[in-house]
């Protein structure tokens, strides 16, 4: 082989390399702008989500809010005459004691 014709074969494979190249970069480049276009409308969805969402609750809120305050009312009422359940505990751990030491004795 010759000079000329080795930098032409050169030539020749350094063109289907740039070639070769050319054609990934436009396929990564493709896929890029498909993710970038999903990620828009993800966020575009995003963003309707929460503005539908924010206006049932708001509706939600509206038609049961009294309901609600009534039910919060009731609940606090609740807790403020259960027992404690350390209290509770402690009861029973008397009452179990005091029943041993009973029985201990009666025998």
Do not use: C, Y
Not at 12 to 40: I, N, W
Not at 70 to 93: D, F, I, Q, S
Request: aromatic share 2%.
């Amino acid at each position: 082989m010759t000079v000329p014709e080795a930098s032409a074969t050169v030539a020749v494979e350094l063109e289907r390399l740039r070639g070769t190249v050319q054609t990934g970069f436009a396929r990564v480049e493709g896929s890029l702008a498909v993710l970038v276009e999903r990620s828009d409308r993800n966020e575009r969805d995003l963003v309707q989500l929460r503005t539908d969402t924010a206006k049932e609750i708001g509706e939600l809120r509206a038609d049961h809010g009294k309901d609600v305050d009534e039910l919060r009312a009731e609940v606090e009422a609740l807790k403020k005459n259960r027992w404690p359940a350390a209290a509770v505990g402690m009861l029973t751990g008397v009452v179990g004691a005091a029943a041993g030491l009973l029985a201990l004795f009666t025998r």
